[in-house]
């Protein structure tokens, strides 16, 4: 047997950071544990169902690890695990052969939960548990499909939505159809493929991957893919070619009216936060100026504290108060195609262009445009030096 074979059996899911790994079990710690003090709480009466159930571990797999699959979303969860329970309690009731009830709800399940199109694995394991415990089956009979398995998974889904937010993931997955980031009918700039939705679902179906893509998440795939092929075209060009060196920063302590000040006299829309040492700690953007006083505004308009007060706290803030320290980093060795889908979409007006934890530079997108246009030139030159005719 050649080595493709046994490459077959490695993993096929590509590396993630430890920090995902960190996020998901902690998701399914807070799901399972508060849906858990939910359904054993000592107030509800046991008898009416309400318990974990094995098949929500698989559940809070998907929920919480892999949030984006349509297999996860609250469609394919709510619906398939109650359609799955409904169909195994029918099963066992007609069907009485230990074995074959097994097989045959399993079988039930998975085919009526891909016809009302919320196919959700742990569905498979709901139908068999109901067919391997026929004194549960007994005692709550269709019951059974609304607690446990109903409300367990509702508890699931909304904790869920409610983790999602705050740990800066997006549960539900987005839909085909919804306003860009922008707030206007445009679709964002890298998902403007010329694809409409039919399309899109079209091409899923066609390589059968209708189960692992939604349609939103292709159309985000094709855009980057496309950045990515367009930076190839343009030659070698890193970030240290174009980034700006000659840095204006500010400390942690700086006063946010000092921030204004450079902001005004020097026309960035972004400054760095950095240490005596240059180390690197944020970076502020002209936007979270506008939205410090903004709230500030807000709090004095309301009534919250004195004027005085109010004006006195303004004068006091400080950069390091305001400044987003989640931003993205590049190195000065990254290709610009790095900077690519972070700037194409209007996120990012400036990453930070660290050595370990130092600032070396920052890529604007002005640098960003300006290095492009130079190698397009450059590129353009060699073409039409290609095609001229050769000298007698």
Same mark, same amino acid.
């Given at each position: ?62 929920? %919480? ?43 039930? &399940?998975?085919? #009526?939960?891909?016809?009302? $199109? ?10 068999? #548990? ?42 539900? %997955? ?33 390589? $059968? ?20 092929? &367009?930076?190839?075209? #343009? ?27 450079? %902001?005004?006299?020097?026309?960035? #829309? ?8 240059? @180390? ?18 807000? @709090? ?11 004006? %006195? ?64 030139? $450059? ?14």
């Amino acid at each position: 047997m050649n080595k493709q074979f046994f490459r077959a059996f490695g993993p096929a899911v590509g590396r993630v950071p430890w920090t995902e790994a960190v996020r998901a079990g902690v998701g399914a710690l807070v799901g399972l544990g508060l849906t858990g003090l939910f359904l054993l709480s000592p107030l509800i009466d046991l008898q009416q169902g309400l318990f974990l159930m094995a098949p929500f571990g698989a559940s809070a797999v998907l929920l %919480f690890a892999v949030p984006n699959s349509p297999l996860a979303q609250p469609w394919s969860a709510i619906v398939g695990n109650v359609v799955a329970a409904v169909v195994a309690i029918a099963v066992c009731m007609i069907v009485h052969d230990p074995i074959l009830k097994i097989a045959i709800a399993v079988c039930a &399940a998975i085919a #009526t939960m891909i016809l009302c $199109r919320a196919l959700h694995p742990p569905g498979g394991a709901i139908a068999m #548990t109901a067919a391997l415990n026929p004194d549960l089956v007994e005692r709550l009979g269709f019951f059974y499909a609304v607690a446990p398995v109903g409300v367990g998974t509702c508890a699931l889904v909304g904790i869920a939505i409610g983790y999602a937010h705050l740990t800066g993931r997006r549960y539900p %997955f987005r839909q085909f159809d919804e306003p860009s980031k922008h707030a206007t009918h445009d679709r964002n700039p890298s998902e403007r493929l010329g694809l409409s939705q039919d399309e899109l679902a079209d091409i899923l179906k066609q390589y $059968r991957q209708s189960f692992n893509l939604g349609v939103e998440d292709l159309a985000r795939l094709i855009g980057a893919a496309e950045l990515q092929a &367009a930076s190839h075209k #343009t030659g070698p060009l890193y970030v240290g070619d174009i980034m700006s060196t000659d840095l204006i920063s500010v400390g942690p302590e700086t006063p946010v009216s000092e921030v204004l000040d450079l %902001f005004k006299r020097h026309r960035f #829309t972004s400054l760095p936060v950095v240490r005596d040492d240059q @180390e690197f700690l944020g970076i502020i953007f002209q936007i979270d100026v506008i939205d410090h006083f903004k709230n500030n505004l807000a @709090e004095h308009m309301r009534g919250i504290a004195s004027q005085a007060g109010r004006m %006195f706290r303004i004068e006091t803030a400080t950069a390091g108060r305001i400044m987003q320290n989640r931003a993205p980093q590049v190195r000065a060795e990254d290709s610009v195609a790095s900077l690519l889908p972070l700037m194409a979409d209007g996120d990012v007006d400036a990453v930070p262009v660290l050595d370990g934890k130092r600032i070396v530079g920052i890529a604007t997108r002005t640098d960003l445009v300006a290095g492009l246009t130079r190698m397009a030139a $450059r590129v353009d030159d060699d073409a039409s030096r290609a095609i001229a005719p050769a000298a007698p």
